[in-house]
């Protein structure tokens, strides 16, 4: 309709761009942030997705943090922590901090988040902490949690966002409303969250390091269209836009206005598989899609070579990553000659796309075109990323393009996600395997450094040989922001150090 636009509608049209472009630049203490989908909550405990728990991190806050190099922990809420000699008593010592409402952070707060994520029926992240036995205030500001085994990755679970600190007292009185509207120490506070369209954050004045903060409030502008995102950032509407095209880098690279950030991620982007439907629960057909699919060919197309080929659910860089994995070749013709030999040679799935997200739409018809070539059919569903999760969560696909991005230092986070038959179906692929469930516990308790590497090992040679997912590509996050920005930063994990960042 705009395109109709008679020369009136287009004058009031370029003003209000101009209104809006002016408006950003008197709101200097305003980071704007372009981001491709809405939050879906802010109940930590309830969401699984980036698009939550990167906001997460700036409103709530942890006992224990991962540092800005993604590689230790560091203290959070807690000032300190100890652990008994049998590995079973953690000892937290909680610092003087005050929730964005004026009340107290205190031990009992902290124990009840972490019973909560343990014991709730909502909560995504409940078998991660059934390792927690009892979780009490010793008094008001010390902690003290009893394990029911020793947990090597427990305290690198305890900087996970979504068992951060939250107050007892509001989230009892109103858990809905809270979900809504909450109540954090972080160093920012929710001002107000607009459905579809923006996340406005205030400066909280109560959080316990507010001298360090620059900026006066954040705003997360939900812009689905990739292109229209980059344009916006290109004319100043908002001062950064994050998931960056990769088709858009090299041009973004030579606006002397911006500034193209690209930090070391734990991404993997892999092609989830329904194990559930028809064919797909044998193996040899998910063997055959793994044959008939070109991830180089991917890499090369889709992240213009900023990627590199995956061939594990543990990334590069992370704790115990196997280099050595098994990576099948590219081979159609050997796939389509499993699928035949499996009863599947007239195979059609069905695909779910991210509408809008260029990268995963291009991937979407290289995939089609290249399990083509085994015989395979795939009809393309496009939907709103904020319909896809829940078409997985109900099992509503045979196939899907996602990432991951892990949280926290250890693998068993991932790995119980992914393989441990959790709450999540195994990140909705319904993947059985009871050797490796079995192993992902054993691998949880494991003390022995060496021991527990060569479990981690077993455990991504058992998952490529069964195919559980398809591994794809690995890349950095890629990021854009205005030139008068400074300290933008996400780490590994994914966390944004918005505390830390300037607008000038």
């Given at each position: 309709m705009k395109?109709?636009?008679?020369?009136?509608g287009?004058?009031?049209?370029?003003a209000?761009?101009?209104l809006?472009?002016?408006?950003?630049?008197?709101?200097?203490?305003?980071l704007?942030?372009g981001?491709?989908?809405?939050s879906?909550?802010?109940?930590?405990?309830k969401s699984?997705?980036?698009?939550?728990?990167?906001?997460?991190?700036?409103v709530?806050d942890v006992?224990?943090?991962?540092?800005?190099s993604?590689?230790?922990?560091?203290?959070?809420l807690a000032?300190?922590?100890?652990?008994?000699?049998?590995?079973?008593?953690?000892?937290?010592k909680?610092?003087d901090?005050t929730?964005s409402?004026?009340?107290?952070?205190t031990?009992?707060?902290?124990?009840?988040?972490?019973?909560?994520?343990r014991?709730?029926?909502?909560?995504?992240w409940s078998?991660?902490?059934?390792?927690?036995?009892?979780?009490t205030?010793?008094d008001p500001?010390?902690?003290?949690?009893k394990?029911?085994?020793?947990s090597v990755?427990f305290?690198a679970?305890m900087?996970?966002?979504?068992?951060?600190?939250?107050?007892?007292?509001?989230v009892?009185?109103?858990?809905?409303g809270f979900?809504?509207?909450?109540?954090?120490?972080?160093?920012f506070?929710?001002?107000?969250?607009?459905?579809?369209?923006?996340i406005i954050?205030?400066k909280?004045?109560?959080?316990?390091?507010?001298?360090h903060v620059?900026?006066?409030?954040v705003?997360?502008?939900v812009?689905?269209?990739?292109?229209?995102?980059?344009l916006?950032?290109?004319?100043?509407?908002?001062?950064?836009?994050?998931?960056?095209p990769f088709?858009?880098?090299?041009e973004?690279k030579?606006?002397p206005?911006?500034?193209?950030?690209?930090?070391p991620?734990t991404?993997?982007?892999?092609?989830?598989?329904?194990?559930?439907?028809?064919?797909?629960?044998k193996?040899?057909?998910?063997?055959?899609l793994?044959?008939a699919?070109?991830?180089k060919?991917?890499v090369d197309?889709?992240?213009?070579?900023?990627?590199?080929?995956?061939?594990s659910?543990?990334?590069k860089g992370a704790?115990y990553?196997?280099a050595?994995?098994?990576?099948?070749?590219?081979d159609?013709?050997?796939?389509?000659?499993m699928?035949?030999?499996?009863g599947?040679?007239d195979?059609?799935l069905?695909?779910i796309?991210?509408?809008?997200?260029?990268?995963?739409?291009?991937?979407a018809?290289l995939?089609?075109q290249?399990?083509?070539?085994?015989?395979?059919?795939v009809d393309?569903?496009?939907v709103d990323?904020?319909q896809?999760?829940d078409?997985?969560?109900?099992?509503d696909?045979?196939?899907?393009?996602?990432y991951?991005?892990?949280?926290?230092?250890?693998?068993?986070?991932k790995?119980t996600?992914?393989?441990?038959?959790d709450?999540?179906?195994?990140?909705?692929?319904?993947?059985k395997n009871?050797?490796?469930?079995?192993l992902?516990?054993?691998?949880?308790?494991?003390?022995?450094?060496a021991?527990r590497?060569?479990?981690?090992?077993?455990?991504?040679k058992?998952?490529?040989?069964?195919v559980?997912?398809i591994?794809?590509?690995?890349s950095p996050y890629v990021n854009?922001t205005?030139?008068?920005i400074?300290?933008?930063?996400?780490n590994p994990l994914?966390r944004?150090?918005?505390e830390?960042?300037?607008?000038?």
């Amino acid at each position: 309709m705009k395109r109709h636009l008679k020369k009136a509608g287009l004058a009031a049209f370029a003003a209000l761009l101009s209104l809006s472009a002016s408006h950003a630049a008197f709101a200097a203490g305003v980071l704007t942030i372009g981001r491709n989908e809405d939050s879906t909550t802010f109940d930590p405990i309830k969401s699984a997705q980036n698009v939550d728990n990167w906001v997460f991190s700036n409103v709530f806050d942890v006992l224990v943090r991962v540092d800005r190099s993604g590689s230790k922990l560091v203290p959070g809420l807690a000032e300190s922590w100890t652990i008994s000699e049998d590995g079973l008593t953690y000892t937290f010592k909680l610092r003087d901090a005050t929730f964005s409402d004026g009340s107290p952070v205190t031990a009992e707060d902290a124990a009840f988040s972490l019973l909560r994520i343990r014991d709730d029926k909502g909560s995504l992240w409940s078998d991660s902490f059934k390792i927690v036995d009892t979780a009490t205030a010793a008094d008001p500001k010390t902690l003290v949690v009893k394990l029911k085994s020793k947990s090597v990755p427990f305290l690198a679970m305890m900087a996970l966002p979504n068992v951060s600190v939250l107050p007892k007292k509001a989230v009892e009185a109103d858990p809905d409303g809270f979900a809504q509207k909450p109540v954090g120490s972080g160093a920012f506070s929710v001002a107000e969250w607009r459905r579809g369209d923006r996340i406005i954050l205030k400066k909280n004045p109560r959080y316990w390091d507010a001298g360090h903060v620059s900026l006066d409030g954040v705003e997360w502008i939900v812009i689905p269209d990739d292109n229209t995102r980059m344009l916006n950032v290109q004319t100043g509407q908002i001062d950064a836009a994050i998931t960056v095209p990769f088709s858009r880098v090299s041009e973004l690279k030579k606006d002397p206005n911006l500034v193209v950030e690209m930090d070391p991620s734990t991404r993997e982007d892999h092609l989830l598989i329904n194990h559930e439907h028809g064919a797909l629960a044998k193996k040899e057909v998910r063997e055959a899609l793994d044959l008939a699919i070109d991830k180089k060919a991917i890499v090369d197309a889709a992240t213009f070579g900023i990627g590199e080929v995956a061939y594990s659910y543990i990334p590069k860089g992370a704790l115990y990553h196997y280099a050595q994995n098994l990576q099948r070749p590219y081979d159609p013709a050997k796939a389509r000659e499993m699928l035949k030999a499996a009863g599947a040679s007239d195979l059609t799935l069905k695909y779910i796309v991210n509408a809008g997200k260029e990268t995963d739409e291009q991937i979407a018809v290289l995939i089609q075109q290249q399990l083509a070539q085994a015989g395979v059919k795939v009809d393309l569903q496009k939907v709103d990323p904020s319909q896809s999760w829940d078409m997985l969560v109900n099992g509503d696909y045979d196939i899907s393009v996602m990432y991951w991005t892990n949280d926290i230092l250890d693998p068993d986070q991932k790995t119980t996600f992914v393989l441990g038959h959790d709450t999540n179906l195994n990140y909705m692929t319904r993947y059985k395997n009871e050797e490796v469930k079995a192993l992902v516990e054993a691998a949880r308790l494991e003390t022995d450094p060496a021991k527990r590497e060569a479990m981690y090992v077993q455990l991504q040679k058992m998952a490529k040989g069964d195919v559980n997912w398809i591994d794809l590509y690995y890349s950095p996050y890629v990021n854009v922001t205005r030139k008068n920005i400074e300290g933008f930063y996400q780490n590994p994990l994914g966390r944004f150090f918005l505390e830390d960042t300037v607008k000038n």
